[in-house]
C-alpha cells in the first residue's frame, strides 16, 4: 500500500490565488481528516469526513477554506483567496474508522503564500 | 474544540537519558490518549496509546503514564536515544465514536544529544 498520498509536496503562490491540495487516502479507510501544522498552533483540525460526509468543519478558519469528498479516493482542500497567514503544512490523514488502529498521515503539502 | 496542552515545547535530553513530555485535557469524556511521533518532513506516525482504565502502558523504552484525576498523561521515554530527536504529540478522543477526529496537543520537539 503506497499510504496516504498528498500533492503537491511543496506549493508556492501568490498572495490572491486560489490553492488546491489533494489528498487521496489509503483504500478501505472510511476516515479522512484535514489537519494544519504550525509553529505556533502545533496540528489543527479543519475538517473531516466519514464516508465522503463532512463530519464537523468547524476548524476550518474562514469562508475562504473550503474541503470536498466527491468519492471515497479523493479529497480536496481550497483556499481562495490565500493569504501569507495561510502558509504552513497541511496534512491529510485516513483511518479506518475507530481511532486505536490510529491516523495513517501523508508526507503533508508545504504551503507559502507570498 | 476541546483543548489538549502539552509541555515543554521544547526539550533536550543526553543520550541515555530520561524524557518526559506532559498533557493534559479538559473533556472527561475523552478515553483514548494516543502519542504520535513525527520526523522532519514526514507525517505523524502512531507510537503508544493508553485508555483510562490503566494507569500505565509501556512499550519497549516508550511508557505512558495516566492520572485520570487530574486529568493529565504522560510520554517518558528511558534511555533516550538520537534516533528519538523528533516532534512528539500527544492527543485525545472518544474511543467508540466512529470517525471521531483525534484533538492534538502542541507538540514536543526532542532533542537527544550524542
Known amino acids: 500500500d503506497a499510504g496516504v498520498i498528498q500533492s503537491p509536496r511543496h506549493e508556492v503562490t501568490e498572495m490572491g490565488q486560489e490553492v488546491t491540495l489533494r489528498c487521496k487516502p489509503i483504500?478501505?479507510?472510511?476516515?479522512l481528516f484535514w489537519y494544519r501544522q504550525t509553529m505556533m498552533r502545533g496540528l489543527e483540525l479543519l475538517i473531516y469526513f466519514n464516508n465522503n460526509v463532512p463530519i464537523d468543519d468547524s476548524g476550518m478558519p474562514e469562508d475562504r477554506f473550503s474541503a470536498k469528498m466527491p468519492n471515497a479516493s479523493f479529497s480536496t482542500l481550497k483556499i481562495q483567496p490565500s493569504e501569507p497567514r495561510d502558509s504552513a503544512v497541511y496534512f491529510c490523514?485516513?483511518?479506518?474508522?475507530?481511532?486505536?488502529?490510529?491516523?495513517?498521515f501523508g508526507s503533508g503539502t508545504r504551503l507559502t503564500v507570498v | 474544540q476541546q483543548q489538549v496542552k502539552q509541555s515543554p515545547q521544547s526539550l533536550i535530553v543526553q543520550k541515555g537519558g530520561i524524557s518526559i513530555i506532559n498533557c493534559a485535557y479538559e473533556n472527561t469524556a475523552f478515553d483514548y490518549f494516543p502519542w504520535y511521533q513525527q520526523f522532519p518532513g514526514k507525517g505523524p506516525a502512531l507510537l503508544i496509546a493508553?485508555?483510562?482504565?490503566?494507569s500505565e502502558k509501556k512499550e519497549g523504552r516508550f511508557t505512558i503514564s495516566f492520572n485520570k484525576s487530574a486529568k493529565q498523561f504522560s510520554l517518558h521515554i528511558m534511555d533516550s536515544q538520537p534516533g528519538d530527536s523528533a516532534t512528539y504529540f500527544c492527543?485525545?478522543?472518544?474511543?467508540?465514536?466512529?470517525?471521531?477526529?483525534?484533538?492534538f496537543g502542541k507538540g514536543t520537539t526532542l532533542s537527544v544529544s550524542s
Open positions: 490523514a485516513s483511518s479506518s474508522g475507530t481511532v486505536v488502529f490510529g491516523y495513517t
Open positions: 493508553i485508555r483510562p482504565d490503566v
Open positions: 483504500s478501505g479507510h472510511n476516515s
Open positions: 492527543a485525545a478522543s472518544l474511543l467508540n465514536q466512529a470517525g471521531t477526529a483525534l484533538i
